[in-house]
């Protein structure tokens, strides 16, 4: 469905959210095609574009059209419609957050790590507005005294006017459009020497993440390793650490699986098993871990 999809619609690229069911995107799937025959058109306003199913329609900072796994196809279709509209305020972004870096010496304005945003309307209307009050701000204040000639070395992800202001666990600093230019300023000047560290210490942990999830597919003999964006580095690395000290137990009610890390133990209808990160091999779980492999084989069959 997917080669069938990327082919009638001349897609670039065709993904979903990790976390949603293989039965569930098969479902959106079909559903597309069912438009694309009732609107040929429908070819034309996708070709060459990065089509993503996720939970809230719109366009994606990085350019990606989203449709909502949640909505009926005549939402889709309305809003496919407006797409030259969205284009036309993304393609003022870029334009804004430079503004932002040049603002704010050099910052380096990009994306959140996890999960991107999805760009509304307002949201060009609100980064605009923050690059004129921070432009009359600096005029008339100046930058603090005491920051660095540069600040290119931290990152400054300005989310949408209802996002959150806080540093993030990779090192990030995030501040929604609608952040008035002194609170800014301070929350910069704030975590200006914590930032670099949790990015660095980020960019190390990550490398040993990427190695755990190597030996444990192997391991295991895994089908698929995947995890929820909600699950940090550290918590992936603590879930596969444990994962892996008990590999004599756990090969064989693990082989050939297809695993999620995430909150929550439960088996997807299409047999995915879903573990939480913070797992504990006691009595009571190595029954779960086996009653997931056994309810794989007693599920109803759901037909698309």
Not at 258 to 280: A, F, H, K, N, Q
């Amino acid at each position: 469905l997917k080669k069938l999809l990327m082919a009638e619609l001349g897609l670039q690229q065709l993904s979903s959210d990790r976390a949603t069911a293989t039965t569930r995107v098969r479902g959106c799937f079909m559903m597309l095609l069912e438009l694309h025959k009732d609107y040929p058109a429908l070819k034309h306003m996708l070709r060459g574009r990065k089509l993503h199913f996720g939970n809230v329609t719109g366009v994606n900072l990085a350019g990606e059209v989203v449709l909502g796994i949640s909505e009926v196809r005549s939402q889709w279709l309305s809003f496919l419609q407006k797409l030259p509209e969205v284009d036309a305020i993304l393609s003022r972004i870029p334009d804004m957050q430079r503004a932002v870096s040049i603002g704010l010496r050099n910052i380096h304005v990009t994306h959140r790590k996890f999960g991107v945003s999805v760009v509304v309307r307002g949201y060009g209307h609100d980064l605009r507005r923050l690059v004129t009050s921070l432009s009359d701000h600096r005029g008339r204040h100046g930058l603090p005294v005491d920051w660095p000639s540069s600040l290119s070395h931290l990152q400054l992800v300005v989310e949408p006017a209802w996002g959150p202001m806080g540093l993030s666990p990779t090192g990030q600093l995030l501040v929604p459009s609608s952040c008035p230019p002194p609170h800014l300023l301070t929350f910069i000047t704030d975590n200006i020497a914590r930032a670099p560290v949790l990015l660095q210490h980020y960019q190390q942990i990550k490398l040993r993440e990427e190695e755990l999830h190597v030996q444990c597919r192997e391991v295991f003999s895994l089908e698929m390793l995947e995890k929820d964006d909600s699950v940090m580095p550290e918590e992936m690395i603590s879930c596969c650490e444990r994962l892996m000290s008990g590999s004599q137990r756990l090969s064989a009610l693990l082989s050939g699986s297809r695993v999620w890390i995430t909150s929550y133990y439960t088996v997807m209808l299409d047999g995915e098993i879903c573990i939480p990160w913070y797992w504990d091999l006691t009595d009571h779980q190595r029954t779960l871990f086996k009653k997931s492999r056994d309810q794989i084989f007693t599920l109803p069959c759901v037909i698309y």
